[in-house]
Antibody, heavy 120, light 110 residues
Framework: ELQLAQSGAEVKKAGESLRISCEASGYNFSRYWIAWVRQMPGKGLEWMGIVYPGDSDTRYSPSFQGHVTFSVDTSITTAFLQWSSLQASDTAMYFC?????????????WGQGTLVTISS | QSALAQPASVSGSPGQSLTISCTGT?????????VSWYQQHPGKAPKLLIYDVSNRASGVSDRFSGSKSGNTASLTISGLQADDEADYYC??????????FGSGAKVTVL
């Protein structure tokens, strides 16, 4: 079955590190970009950037560059989003999505989301 | 990059048609035909409706249609149904090789 399965909700403290995951199944993981999208409570979608599992090429939104890191492990068809030092403003739902299109501009398969809650 | 501008809310009665606008600039919507639309029900992940301005995603009802003129894209929902009540987001590829989402429009079925 075509699916992106994300890891469960996390509750962390400011300053801690965190890595959340997005496991792909039902398609060739290495051949499609994975995007990460943030949705803060009650707010809209924000594009964080994309990672290509085939060669780990990454593109970050300027708004997130330097604060998060994308990585992949093709042996377990999983993409990761990580923070080295969380901030209260990182509290949000995070979605992974499969990117398609010439500009990786369309997301045709989405994970269920991972809720990250940061306490100060 | 600022979010693409969408109306905060749009409403219509069952069976009616409604249109949601998405306004950008010559650096995003006006530069490419890479506009997509997503539907998001509360507590759920977004679902792709339209890609490349006017192409319906697999399995999406033909009640949903997309178009573009200049720096503004539009999503039209015809034959409005109760289940269409959701948030709708547009997105566009940009000249900076990034992607920008719209601010989101809440559709209410009266």
């Amino acid at each position: 079955e075509l699916q992106l399965a994300q890891s469960g909700a996390e509750v962390k403290k400011a300053g801690e590190s965190l890595r959340i995951s997005c496991e792909a199944s039902g398609y060739n993981f290495s051949r499609y970009w994975i995007a990460w999208v943030r949705q803060m409570p009650g707010k809209g979608l924000e594009w964080m950037g994309i990672v290509y599992p085939g060669d780990s090429d990454t593109r970050y939104s300027p708004s997130f560059q330097g604060h998060v890191t994308f990585s992949v492990d093709t042996s377990i068809t999983t993409a990761f989003l990580q923070w080295s030092s969380l901030q209260a403003s990182d509290t949000a739902m995070y979605f992974c999505a499969r990117g398609v299109g010439i500009g990786v501009d369309t997301f045709d398969l989405w994970g269920q989301g991972t809720l990250v809650t940061i306490s100060s | 990059q600022s979010a693409l501008a969408q109306p905060a809310s749009v409403s219509g009665s069952p069976g009616q048609s409604l249109t949601i606008s998405c306004t950008g600039t010559s650096s995003d919507i006006g530069a490419y035909n890479y506009v997509s639309w997503y539907q998001q029900h509360p507590g759920k992940a977004p679902k792709l409706l339209i890609y490349d301005v006017s192409n319906r995603a697999s399995g999406v009802s033909d009640r949903f249609s997309g178009s573009k003129s200049g720096n503004t894209a539009s999503l039209t929902i015809s034959g409005l149904q109760a289940d269409d009540e959701a948030d709708y987001y547009c997105s566009s590829y940009t000249t900076r090789r990034t992607l920008v989402f719209g601010s989101g429009a809440k559709v209410t079925v009266l």
